[in-house]
């Protein structure tokens, strides 16, 4: 763990190849993550920019698109998967992260099936699959957990999401006998970026909005204590010039939480002496903040309403974008 007195991990949000073989292992060995997460995204700009997938792909030229990628995603998580496997040995976290086919995301039984086939593929004990937070993901969290695979919760806005993935983590585990780790992924920067112009042109305080609904998204987790499900922040590397490049880091310091950020966020981190938890933050604080926004005229839940829906297309659209290149 980064902060072992706070139960602090850092995970990189990255995957490529060549990374996986030099900077990934040089991170782990100095202590600075414990953990990797991708997505259908991070995939697209690898594979589609990066020279060490051409070999392998030459070799695949008889497949579909789809056995395509999931060959090459799967050989890049196995790797990051034994690279981590010590850590994880051990019982400091060791986890990588690897999306279901985002299409699916309201399909409960074909989420159910794809994830069980990637984890028995993939064969190692430290992957987890991520799967988007919808009612069909829902479904499919209980199923996965019930068998003892790890998942990775992702694209949570609303506290209403976080709740729902931890009764389906809770349930899911309930006849398991063993501890089944889960994160529940609540994405942070997203929120300030769409939210942040609006409010400097209203005079209200800005790059708050996303710290303050993760803060109290986390408070909500905590309060519900399902054993091996930990907050994970997600979206935190910051655009422009702005805020500091560890801001979303720092501002959401947390215990019993994991960050993961683009490796550049991490290494502005490194430097940075802080070790207090940023959270919990006074309810108080919170309320009046949002009580700004309402008072604005600005509707903040229709506006994580809309990033849901724009985060699940998203991931779509970069995995169309893989399939036609492929």
Known sequence: MYIEDLKFSLWADFIERDYLDKEFKELIAKKIINGATSNPAIFKNAILSSDAYKEQLATLKNLSAKEKYEAVAIFDITK????????????DDGYVSIEVDPSLCYDAKATILEGKRLFKTINRPNVMIKVPATSAG???MEELTSVGIPVNATLIFKKEQAIACANAFKRGTYNYDKKVDTVISVFVSRIDRALDDTLKEKGIDTGLSGIYNSASIYAAIEQMSVEGCRTLFASTGVKGDDLDADYYIEKLLAYNSVNTAPVETIIAFTSNTTTESALPIDREIIEAHFSKLKDAGID???LLDTQIVDGLEAFKDAFTEIMEAL
Not at 82 to 91: A, H, N, S, V
């Open 80 to 91: 990051a998967a034994d690279i981590l496997r010590p850590l994880y040995d051990k019982g």
């Open 138 to 140: 829902y479904e499919a």
């Open 300 to 302: 903040f839940q229709a």
